[in-house]
C-alpha cells in the first residue's frame, strides 16, 4: 500500500530506479557467466602457453611464457583483473600479446551485419508465414507451413548451409561460395552475405513461425476475438487489430530467444562460409586457450543478448500493461 | 413455442412482413442435447421482443442462430429466415456482410467481448458507418455514456459493469443495423441505468425502425418495454438437457431438482469447525485508484470505511461505475492499487492475494461479476471444482468426487455437468459452477458480485436461500453488491450504498432500500 510519488522528481527517480533494477541483475548475470567461462576454460586440458608453444621449446621456455601470461596466478586473480579493467574498455590482452579490443575491432561489426540482417529477416518471415497460416486454421495453407517450419527447425545449420551451397553456388553458380575479406576487412561483396543469412533465418523462421501461430491460435479462441467475428468484421481485420496485438507479448519473448540461438548458429555458419566475424575468432580462441579474448566475445555477444532480451521485456511489459 | 400476442401495438404495422422469422427451428447436437427446443417467432422493425426461460433454456442459441453462429458441430431443423436469407447457410462474405451491416448481436458477457487493447472511442469507431470523432461520442452519450466523462478514452477493463455493457452497445448501434440482438441488456445495472436502457431500447426502436429481439431474466424489462414475448420454457421436455425444469414464476416452492435439506458446506475434515473467531472482514479510509492512458490515474474509491461480521449480511449498491466491485475487489486482494487498511479478525490484512496466507486466502472467497472470465475455459466443472478442494481442504482423493457432486447439487446443477467444459454451459450454469467453485473453499466472508443478474429469478431466488442458509448453519459472512433492492432487502441487514466512489449512505437494509 504505497502512497503514489507525487511531484516530478519523485516520479522520475522511481521510473529511473525501475529501469535499473533489471538492468542491474543482468549485468551480474553476465559477471557470472564470465566466472563459468574463466573456469570452463581452466578446466579444459591443456594451457595457453602449451597451445602456442613451438616445437621443441624447453621447460624453462613454457614456465616463462607461462609467467609472462600470468597463468601461474590463481584463477580467481585472473578474472579480477580481467574484470577491474572492463569498466574502462579494457577486454585484456590476448595470449599472443595483441589487445582482446582490437582483435575484435573488424569481427564483431561483421557479425553484427551478420545477425541483425537475419534477426530482422526472421522477424518479418516469421510474423508473415505465422499470420497467413492462423488466418486459414486446419486449411493445406496451415497444415504445409506447420510441417514446413517444423521440418525446418530442425535441420541443424550446417545441413541448411551445405544444401544452399550445394543449389546456389556449386549448381546454379549464382553465389559465392566461400567468403572473401577485403582490405578493409569486410566480405568484399554484399553477395557474399546472402548464404550466410540463408543458413541463420531458415531455421530460426522455422521456430519462430510456430511461435507466432501458437500465440495468434491462443488469441483465436478468446470472446472478443469471437464476438469480432460475429460483428461481422473481415479476417484480416479481425487478425491485425484484435489477435495480434494480444499475441504480441508472446511472441517478443519468442523472438528474444532466438537471438541466444542466432548467435550460436553464427559461429557454425562463419566457419563453413569462412566469414570473417566473431565465430571463426571465438573457435580459433578455444583451440588456443586463450581466456581474455574467449571472455572478450562472450562478454560482447552477452550484451547484445543481453539488450535484445530486456527491449522484449519492455514490449512485453508495455502491451500487458495496456490491461491494466 | 407460443408466440403471445402483442402487448403493445409497436409503431410499425404488425400487418408488415418480418424482418426476422423462424419456424419450428430446433438445434441440437447430433445424438447430444437439445440446444433449442423447436420455436417459431417472427420478428418485426420497430418492434421489441422479449426471449424469457430459464437460464439454460436455449435464449442465446437462439440470438446466435439468428447471427448465423451455430454450436460446433450442432444441427437445425426447421427453417430460419432473417431479412429473406438463411444465415447459417450463407457463404462466408455475405454472412460478414450481413452481420457487419444489418444485424448486430451483443453478449450477455460484454466485458470479456470487447478488445481489451482498444478504448472505448476506438472500441465504437471500428464498427461505425461514420468514424468520426464527433459521431462516436455522439453514440456514447446516446448510450447514457455522456463525452465529458473521459470515458471514451478508458480502455474496458478500467470500465464498470454497466459501462461496459452500454460500450458494447453503442459498438453494435454504430453499423446502423436492422436488427439488434442483446442478451441480458440490463444485467449488472442499477433500476435508474436499467430504466435508462429500456427506454433506450424504446426510442431505437421507434426512431430508427429497429428491430430489437432481447433475452432476459429481467420481469420488469419485459413488462416495461417489451411489445412481444416468446417464453422459451413453456414445452421443454426435463429428458432433453438434464438440467432443472423451469418453474412458472408464480408458483415456485416445487424446485424440479432436489435442493438437499440440510445444507453441508464444509467438509467434515476442514479445521474450522465452530464459528471463526473474531470481528471478521475490517477496511478503514481505503482508496483505490485505476490505471488509464497516459498513466493518468483515476480515482476509483475514497474514504470508504467497511466491515463484515462473522455470520452478517451486508449489501453493497449504488450506481453503475460507482466503485462497488473495485471495493469486492480490494477486499479480495486483487486491486492493490490503494491506501488504506485491511484487517481480518482484528489482525492485519496484506493488500495483495498473493502475500496472504494460504488460510487468509480460504477464508475470502470471491464470486465475481463475470464468470467466462474467471472459470478457464480449458478446464472442466470438475477440474474448476477439484482446484479449491485440493488447496483448501484436506479431503482425501476419493471423496472430491462425491464432493463435487453435491456443491453442484447445492447450486441446482446436475452432477452430469462436471464433465463439461464453460462453453458448453449457458451463463446462468457458468455462474452457479463459480458460485461452487468459491463454496469449495469453506469461505468465512463469501464476497458475490451480481451474482444473481444472470440467473432467472428462480434459481436466483434458489442461490440466495443458499447462502443465507450458509450464513445461518455456518456464520459465513456474506457481502454481496446487487442492484436488486428486493433481493437485497430479503437477505441482508445492512447495505451501503456508494456514490462515485464514496459510501454515501450506510444503514438498515429494511429501512433504506425499502422506503
Known sequence: MSRPADTGARRAAHLALRAAAPAGRRALLLVVLLAAVFTAVELLPGDAAGNSAERGESAADLAARRHLLGLDRPLWERFADWMGGLPTGDLGTSAHGQKVTALLADPLPNTLVLAVTAFLLTVALSLLLGCWAAARPGRPADRVIGHASTAAFALPEFVVSAGLLLVLSLWTGWLPAVTVTGGDGRPATWTMLVLPVLALVIPQTGWNTRVVRGAL???????????????????????????????????????????????????????????????????????????????????????????????????????????T | MSDRAPARTGTAGTSEAPVAAVSDLLIR????????????????????????????????????????????????????????RTPHLLPAGELRRLRRTAVAYVGQDPGSALNPRMTARRLVAELATDPSRGQTLRLLAECSLPADSGIADRRPTALSGGQQRRVALARALARDPEILLLDEPTAGLDATARDDIARLLRHLATGRNLAVVIATHDPHLVETCADHTIDLTRTRTRADRG???????????????????????????????????????????????????????????????FH?????????????????????????????????????????????????????QRRIQLVPQNPMAALNPRHTVAQQLTRPLRLHTDLPRSARADRIAELLDQVGLPAGHASRRPGELSGGQRQRVSIARALAAGPDILLCDEVTSALDTDTAADIMDLLTHLRAEHRTALVVVSHDHHLAARHTDTVHIL????????????????S
Open chain 2, 29 to 84: 447436437l447430433p445424438e447430444g442435447p437439445v440446444l433449442l427446443p423447436a420455436t417459431t417467432a417472427r420478428i418485426h422493425a420497430g418492434r421489441i421482443t422479449a426471449l424469457t426461460g430459464a437460464s439454460g433454456s436455449g435464449k442465446t442459441t437462439l440470438l446466435r442462430a439468428l447471427v448465423g453462429d451455430l454450436p460446433p458441430g450442432a444441427a437445425a431443423t426447421g427453417t430460419i429466415e432473417v431479412l429473406g
Open chain 1, 217 to 323: 491460435a491462443d488469441q483465436a479462441s478468446t470472446p472478443h476475438v469471437q464476438a469480432a467475428h460475429l460483428d461481422g468484421l473481415p479476417p484480416h481485420r479481425v487478425l491485425l487489430r484484435h489477435q495480434l496485438p494480444g499475441a504480441v507479448p508472446a511472441i517478443a519473448t519468442g523472438v528474444a530467444t532466438s537471438t541466444g540461438l542466432l548467435f550460436g548458429g553464427a559461429v557454425v555458419v562463419e566457419t563453413l562460409f569462412n566469414y570473417p566475424g566473431i565465430g571463426t575468432v571465438l573457435a580459433s580462441a578455444v583451440a588456443a586457450r586463450d581466456t581474455p579474448l574467449i571472455a572478450g566475445v562472450v562478454m560482447c555477444a552477452g550484451a547484445v543478448i543481453s539488450l535484445v532480451l530486456l527491449a522484449a521485456d519492455l514490449v512485453r511489459h508495455a502491451t500487458l500493461g495496456a490491461r
Open chain 2, 308 to 360: 463484515a461480521a462473522p455470520g452478517s449480511a451486508t449489501a453493497i449498491t449504488g450506481p453503475s461505475g460507482s466503485g462497488k466491485t473495485t471495493l469486492l475487489r480490494v477486499l479480495a486482494g486483487l486491486h492493490p492499487a490503494h491506501t488504506g487498511h485491511l484487517t481480518l479478525d482484528g489482525r492485519p490484512l496484506a493488500a495483495h492475494v498473493r502475500r496472504r496466507t494460504r488460510e487468509q
Open chain 2, 243 to 305: 438440467v432443472p425444469t423451469p418453474r412458472a414464476a408464480s408458483d415456485r416452492p416445487t424446485p424440479a431438482y432436489t435442493r438437499p435439506t440440510k445444507v453441508d458446506v464444509r467438509p467434515g475434515t476442514v479445521d474450522t469447525s465452530g464459528p471463526p473467531a473474531g470481528d471478521g472482514l475490517a477496511a478503514l479510509g481505503i482508496d483505490a485508484f485505476f490505471q488509464g492512458r497516459h498513466r493518468r490515474r483515476h480515482p476509483a474509491l475514497s474514504g470508504v470505511a
Open chain 2, 499 to 514: 456514490g462515485s466512489g464514496h459510501i454515501t449512505n450506510t444503514g438498515p437494509t429494511a429501512s433504506l432500500l425499502t
